[in-house]
T-cell receptor
């Protein structure tokens, strides 16, 4: 089955700096890669997703890049703000896994004011 | 303001109790999910209902029993749980599942379950 590894497990940045979280996946048939943000005590919320037919997607301060050859994808947050502090989960899914999401282990992002 | 509503928000139950978790969505989604999340871990898939039929059971112990009365409702019946079952139980929904279609999961706020 699919295996998704996520790094780093914790990330601390100064407000205004950029943050990058990286994920690798094992199943070359995976074709959908969402990112979820989970604030303390709250539900995971989709912040951005990318499908395998594109290499990059942006939404204001957030961007995701996908390298299908290397089987990795990354989340980029620019001009970080304290409210970006949360746990971020990457995930992957594809036909081989019945379209079920396999989550990475999560990254705790702390943005220091 | 979440589109997937879960009740109760918190639940404390003894190991001999029977309780149920409830989930409701009115987005017209045809797939509904139960996930279990332990502290500092990603959500773990338990069950998937697709068009009101159980399509995936991820080897979950029989003390957890899902039910999908209709396309908007999903229940999780709990009986004879163990302390290690204490966790956040998340319900989610998505537009559907198909061989070449992936749609985002919409999570509810979860039920924080404590088994004593």
């Amino acid at each position: 089955g699919e295996n998704v590894e996520q790094h780093p497990s914790t990330l601390s940045v100064q407000e205004g700096d950029s943050a990058v979280i990286k994920c690798t996946y094992s199943d070359s048939a995976s074709n959908y890669f969402p990112w979820y943000k989970q604030e303390l005590g709250k539900r995971p919320q989709l912040i951005i997703d990318i499908r395998s037919n594109v290499g990059e997607k942006k939404d204001q301060r957030i961007a995701v890049t996908l390298n299908k050859t290397a089987k990795h994808f990354s989340l980029h947050i620019t001009e970080t703000q304290p409210e970006d502090s949360a746990v971020y989960f990457c995930a992957a899914s594809g036909d081989n896994a019945g379209n079920m999401l396999t989550f990475g282990g999560g990254t705790r992002l702390m943005v220091k004011p | 303001d979440t589109e997937v509503t879960q009740t109760p928000k918190h639940l404390v139950m003894g190991m001999t109790n029977k309780k149920s978790l409830k989930c409701e969505q009115h987005m017209g989604h045809r797939a509904m999910y139960w996930y279990k999340q332990k502290a500092k871990k990603p959500p773990e898939l338990m069950f998937v209902y697709s068009y009101e039929k159980l399509s995936i059971n991820e080897s979950v112990p029989s003390r957890f029993s899902p039910e999908c009365p209709n396309s908007s409702l999903l229940n999780l019946h709990l009986h004879a749980l163990q302390p290690e079952d204490s966790a956040l139980y998340l319900c989610a929904s998505s537009q559907g599942r198909g061989s070449s279609y992936n749609s985002p999961l919409h999570f509810g706020n979860g039920t924080r379950l404590t088994v004593t």
